[in-house]
Nanobody, 121 residues
Framework: QVQLVESGGGLVQAGGSLRLSCAAS????????MGWFRQDPGKQREVVAS???????DYADSVKDRFTISRDNVKNTIYLQMNNLKPYDTAVYYC???????????????WGQGTQVTVSS
């Protein structure tokens, strides 16, 4: 089993910045992709950003040029630097990891508990 611990959410004014962290621990042989989703009540869940084990990143169009995802493979941790935040970025942000417990196992996706990001206008 894999546990994900998120931190860094909070309340910020529009134009401000926040940095989210997500640390994975547990029975981990290898990790493939890691990333972030977000969901606001009444809206669909949206993928925000992801990064592969090779460092290839992908972003939602709505956050390109404002958010940066990075990864520390030694610490099994990812970060999401969010700059120039806008009110529509308000949501609960969930991190995920695709990991496997052994070489012969398949990858499974695990989720964090979510962290609230609120951007005031």
């Amino acid at each position: 089993q894999v546990q994900l611990v998120e931190s860094g959410g909070g309340l910020v004014q529009a134009g401000g910045s926040l940095r989210l962290s997500c640390a994975a621990s547990g029975i981990i042989f290898s990790i493939n992709a890691m990333g972030w989703f977000r969901q606001d009540p009444g809206k669909q869940r949206e993928v925000v950003a992801s990064v592969t084990s090779f460092g290839i990143t992908d972003y939602a169009d709505s956050v390109k040029d404002r958010f940066t995802i990075s990864r520390d493979n030694v610490k099994n941790t990812i970060y999401l630097q969010m700059n120039n935040l806008k009110p529509y970025d308000t949501a609960v942000y969930y991190c995920f990891v695709d990991s496997r417990p052994s070489y012969s196992s398949s990858f499974s996706r695990f989720w964090g508990q979510g962290t609230q990001v609120t951007v005031s206008s």
